[in-house]
């Protein structure tokens, strides 16, 4: 597949264009038979010969934005990436390769994780409902637990042994609301995520666990949400943050190794969106903290960041085969497709927006509107309301791109429907990162 130096090698020569919208990975192109191709993969083909609905992610994508992030952190700290992105361990294996760290939120990433071969000292144990056996994971592989509540300090008194000391974070809210749907905003004083600064939580939970026998306390992290196009929140939070870190240098002698700064970088899922890129986040974090900790004459911790659809959704695209075609004269012309809000619930949960191209001519001017419907047994599962399109008809190969980051994860198998084929491609060639799943799938937990 695509090695490492040639990634950077895009990356490089993607320099001089790198504030443009990245809608479709970075090896997209249309080719002599006028249809789209990804990582030397015609996508009709591979819809072909693989079936759909299938997920296709572009390596060279992977790597260069993982690079990136990574190039502009330097020696300044640490990025890891946000498994519940989307977490097949040979994705997993990619982003560690380009030298990021992982977080988890539950034993079965832990464990994706760990199968991926990622290494447990670079792995952090988020979560704000972490039960004994998800502690008791986290502690055996020996990675940062980030606490999210009082609640998992007495759990980790029964799990680190006596004599022993775990390292953990504390998760802090610093009660910042950034601008970005409701239901992926995290770090207000509203959340069940963190211990709020506003209402002096946070700071008598570093005091605990300070205290804590078996807790050694290497750092602080935040995350105000996910999907965000505008950097000032992250600068707000982290002058709120350093605020904090005056506080406990002052009255409780703590200043931490490490700070986290979270992630939620957004991406481009319209022709209209225009997000910054990753270096552009990198840095505007870094001179916050850094300037931020010279004003208040603090000592600089690392910097820890958690990019994870920023990584993973540039590179992933899905694509559909056209089914019926529903005309209601004057109101609208419903086009369906064969998968739907089992792969990508998306629109559904955040009313999230997504463009669609026909795969075998996307360059073809448009014939007017329709509705991309998916064929689960819910008035709700659409996903694209009034989309300029061509001419379609049934066999048609439609692609939706930007859908790497938490289709997938959130993928189910409503109605009875086996979750989708994802593959790996570069070079001209296509791997099977996850097989599609049979019927047999569906009966292989169930007792009878």
């Known amino acids: 597949m695509v090695a490492a130096a040639e990634a950077r090698a895009a990356l490089a020569a993607r320099a001089q264009t790198s504030d443009l919208v990245l809608l479709f990975p970075v090896t997209y192109r249309v080719n002599a038979a006028g249809h789209m191709e990804v990582g030397g993969c015609d996508l009709v083909d591979l819809a072909r010969k693989h079936g759909t609905p299938l997920y296709v992610y572009d390596e060279t994508t992977v790597r260069q934005r993982a690079s990136e992030y990574v190039a502009a952190m330097g020696s300044a700290g640490h990025v890891l990436y946000s498994a519940k992105a ?31 071969g990622a290494k447990a000292d ?64 995290t770090g207000q004083l509203d959340s069940k995520f963190g211990f709020s600064i506003e209402s002096g939580a946070a700071f008598a939970a ?31 939070a982290m002058a709120i943050m350093l605020d904090l870190l005056v506080r406990l240098r002052d009255e409780l002698k703590f200043e931490p190794r490490m700070l986290g700064a979270g992630g939620g970088l957004g ?48 590179a992933g695209i899905a694509l559909y085969t056209v089914g019926s075609i529903k005309d209601i004269p004057g109101v609208r012309r419903y086009v369906a497709v064969d998968g739907g809000m089992g792969d990508n619930i998306r629109p559904k949960l955040y009313g999230a927006r997504y463009e669609a191209f026909l795969a075998s001519d996307p360059e073809r001017a448009p014939d ?54 994802v593959l790996m491609v570069g070079d001209g060639k296509a791997q099977v990162m996850r097989r599609r799943e049979t019927l047999d799938d569906l009966i292989a937990a169930e007792v009878f």
Not at 91 to 100: D, N, Q, S
């Open 86 to 116: 989307f977490a097949s361990p040979r994705f997993l294996r990619i982003v560690a390769e380009e030298g990021l760290g992982l977080d988890v939120v539950s034993a079965g990433e832990l464990y994706l994780a760990l199968k991926a």
């Open 122 to 185: 670079r792995i952090h144990f988020l979560g704000n409902n972490k039960s004994l056996e998800d502690l008791q994971a986290a502690y055996d592989a020996g990675a940062t637990i980030v606490i999210d509540g009082s609640y998992e300090f007495e759990l980790l008194r029964g799990i680190v042994p006596e004599g022993k000391r775990t390292p953990v974070m504390l998760r802090i809210s610093p009660g910042v609301k950034p601008d970005t749907h409701a239901h992926i905003s």
């Open 206 to 236: 570093i005091a605990e666990a300070l205290k804590h026998p078996r807790l050694e306390v290497v750092g602080l992290h935040s995350h105000i949400g996910s999907q965000i196009l505008s950097l000032g929140a992250y600068e707000q």
């Open 267 to 314: 991406i481009a899922y319209t022709r209209d969106d225009d997000p910054p890129t990753p270096r552009h986040f990198v840095e505007i974090v870094r001179h916050a903290l850094e300037t931020g900790c010279v004003l208040r004459d603090l000592a600089i911790p690392e910097l820890v960041v958690e990019p994870g659809r920023s990584i993973a959704g540039p």
């Open 368 to 421: 007017g509107k329709v509705t991309i419907a998916g064929k689960y047994c819910e008035s709700t599962d659409i996903l694209i309301t009034d989309i300029e399109m061509p001419e379609l008809k049934p066999g048609d190969v439609i692609a939706m791109p930007a859908a790497g980051a938490y289709n997938l994860a959130m993928a189910s198998n409503y109605n009875g429907m086996p979750r989708p084929e």
